[in-house]
């Protein structure tokens, strides 16, 4: 009577044979994973490169209707580069001229606070007891000495300049063969497909083009409005190097979320150094709240709504994770990451659901459903007169 129970408990069994590629599929899954971990810096840079490929696929694209598309890269890309350089260009000399200004005049300083500090009377008691001012202009007198030191903390700089032109040098790079051999390799692969699922990721590439070109293009006007914004307000106020310090403020404008905050804390800082203490900082505090409501409650949602189609609640945790992930850089590529996502998904649903965009399809489940086919007419007897009644 057992014999049953034993037959039905060896037919329960999964075969060695599933249980063997069940085995070799996680195997293989786990070698996967970790060969991306070795390889993580190259396909970090692959990655951002293809992000620039998408990007300026829009203008290559307008400049090849009027020239060879070869030609119309190299123009693009040529922009690509200068831009940093005149932004370096722009903030180099600034930056060196203070920092100048800072070393010859830190005694100056130095005394500025002693006498401060002797004109009050708690603070006076204070130097009195462990002798503050008297260390702070001995470590002033030494700060030009000190300027040697420097040149070996610029050396440490200098290398890591040459080592990320490297690295700027290979993404252009192999951004550059991508949107040249880009839309050759995707027609190529597309003509592999099926009909229907080629269409589909034909839509699907051409929707996360056109966002990812709209978001930079979005992103670049709301931040050109941030620069142009701040300079205006530092010319009113009489701020030194009001050009250097709105470029600051449009760099970091392009951050999603805290570019506009750390903009202005930045240049924040400048106006209590160099501006009329404390009218102009408060000036410049009120600017950037006034304008940062502007900007997050009637700039961006304009610029941004057509470009991605994402909710607020999305962007904010694509940024969160891409900057945790990734740093400034994740943070930069979150949102066009997480549009890309939700259009492939969305085209994935489409296609499993039979959904197509051509009038003539069948869209189930939108239109309500299908009208009853209308009664055929009755057969007419012969010479054409109708049928008698029954």
């Known amino acids: 009577m057992a014999q049953p129970d034993d037959v039905s408990s060896v037919h329960d069994r999964p075969p060695s044979r599933s249980v063997f590629r069940i085995v070799l599929i996680v195997v293989l899954v786990a070698l996967v994973l970790y060969l991306i971990y070795l390889l993580r810096t190259p396909l970090s840079w692959i990655f951002v490169a293809g992000f620039i490929a998408v990007a300026v696929s829009g203008p290559v694209n307008w400049l090849s209707r ?14 690509l580069i200068l831009v940093p350089f005149a932004m370096l260009g722009l903030l180099v000399p600034p930056i060196v001229e203070q920092v100048n200004n800072l070393v010859d005049d830190s005694p100056r300083y130095a005394a500025d606070v002693t006498e401060f500090v002797n004109e009050n009377k708690q603070l006076r008691e204070l130097n009195e007891d462990y002798d503050l001012t008297a260390k702070l202009q001995e470590e002033a007198g ?14 440490d700089i200098g290398l890591g300049i040459v080592n990320g032109i490297f690295v700027g040098v290979t993404i252009l790079t192999l951004s550059i063969f991508m949107v040249g051999g880009g839309p050759r390799w995707r027609d190529a692969f597309l003509r592999r497909q099926p009909a229907d699922r080629g269409n589909s990721m034909r839509r699907m590439f051409e929707a996360i083009s056109y966002a990812t070109g709209n978001y930079v293009q979005g992103a670049l006007l709301q931040a050109t409005v941030a620069g142009v914004s701040a300079f205006i307000m530092l010319k009113i106020l009489g701020i030194p190097y009001a050009a250097a310090l709105a470029v600051i ?3 970091l404008d392009l951050i999603p979320l805290i570019g506009a905050t750390l903009g202005a804390v930045a240049v924040g800082l400048v106006v209590l150094i160099a501006g009329d203490w404390p009218i102009d900082l408060i000036a410049w505090v009120i600017f950037s709240v006034v304008y940062q409501q502007i900007e997050n409650n009637v700039i961006q949602p304009r610029i ?15 940024v969160l994770f891409g900057s945790t992930l990734f740093g400034i850089m994740g943070a930069l ?15 994935y649903a489409r296609f499993r659901g039979g959904r197509f965009d051509d009038p003539g399809d069948n869209r189930r489940g939108e239109d ?6 209308e009664p055929e007419a009755p057969p007419s007897a012969p010479g054409g007169a109708a049928p008698a009644p029954a």
């Open 66 to 79: 009027h020239m060879k598309r070869g030609l119309a890269i190299a123009i693009v890309y040529l922009g």
């Open 304 to 318: 941004q709504s057509k470009a991605v189609a994402l909710e607020p609640f999305l962007v904010v945790v694509s």
């Open 142 to 155: 030494k700060l030009p000495g000190k300027v040697g030191d420097v040149a070996g903390v610029l050396g």
């Open 368 to 373: 309500g459903p299908e009208p009853e086919p």
């Open 249 to 251: 403020v449009f760099a």
């Open 333 to 347: 590529l979150a949102v066009p990451v997480a549009a890309s996502l939700q259009i492939g998904v969305r085209e």
